[in-house]
């Protein structure tokens, strides 16, 4: 059974930092692309960040240059590097990889 768990959403003043981690369970991890996805209250869910299996990334335009997605094999890990962080990147943050889903964590950027 795929498990994916994120963690480290928070609280953070506009123009600070937070970095979310996707831990993986249940499948060879490093033979799949991971996706971070958000959902803002009222808005439908959008794809902020992905990275395939070689370490290709891709970034919705809004977040490039602010957001990094990195990933640890050895770890069963993905990271979501979010600087500058502004009040519109308030939403609940979920990792993907193809039909699984984490429960989501939480950010909220105040100004």
């Known amino acids: 059974q795929v498990q994916l768990v994120e963690s480290g959403g928070g609280l953070v003043q506009a123009g600070g930092s937070l970095r979310l981690s996707c831990a993986a369970s249940?499948?060879?991890?490093?033979?799949?692309?991971i996706r971070w996805f958000r959902q803002a209250p009222g808005k439908e869910r959008e794809l902020v960040a992905a990275?395939?299996?070689?370490?290709?990334?891709v970034y919705v335009d809004s977040v490039k240059g602010r957001f990094t997605i990195s990933r640890d094999n050895t770890k069963n890990t993905v990271y979501l590097q979010m600087n500058s962080l502004k009040p519109e990147d308030t939403a609940v943050y979920y990792c993907?990889?193809?039909?699984?889903w984490g429960q989501g964590t939480q950010v909220t950027v105040f100004s």
């Open positions: 990275i395939d299996w070689s370490g290709d990334r």
């Open positions: 993907n990889s193809d039909k699984y």
């Open positions: 249940g499948r060879i991890f490093s033979t799949y692309a």
